[in-house]
């Protein structure tokens, strides 16, 4: 039974840092696509940051250079490392696993098959 489930979110002030985790269970992760996504209060959700089985790494505009998706193999967990963090960051954050692709990660949600229960992100001015 694949189960995802995602930690780390907290309430930080705007340039702070935050690292959520998402612990993948009942299948192999580094295998598949997996991605960040994240749906803001009154706003459709959105592809953040997506890692093929290769660490290939994809960014939405808004947080290159800012956020870093990466994976621990051995402990099956993927992470989202965010920085100089924004007001507009403010969101529910879900990490999701497209178990029918391993490259060309897709950014839309709806090629992703397993979400987990997502962690709050609000960043104050």
């Known amino acids: 039974q694949v189960q995802l489930v995602e930690s780390g979110g907290d309430s930080v002030q705007a340039e702070g840092s935050l690292r959520l985790p998402c612990a993948a269970s009942g299948y192999s992760s580094s295998a598949y696509c997996m991605g960040w996504f994240r749906q803001a209060p009154g706003k459709e959700r959105e592809g953040v940051a997506f890692i093929d089985s290769d660490g290939f790494t994809r960014y939405t505009d808004s947080v290159k250079g800012r956020f870093t998706i990466s994976r621990d193999i051995g402990e099956d967990t993927l992470y989202l490392q965010m920085n100089s963090l924004k007001p507009e960051d403010t969101a529910m954050y879900y990490c999701?696993?497209?178990?029918?692709?391993?490259?060309?990660?897709?950014?839309?949600?709806?090629?992703?098959?397993?979400w987990g229960q997502g962690t709050q992100v609000t960043v104050s001015s």
């Open positions: 999701a696993a497209d178990l029918s692709r391993s490259y060309r990660c897709y950014s839309a949600s709806s090629s992703y098959d397993y």
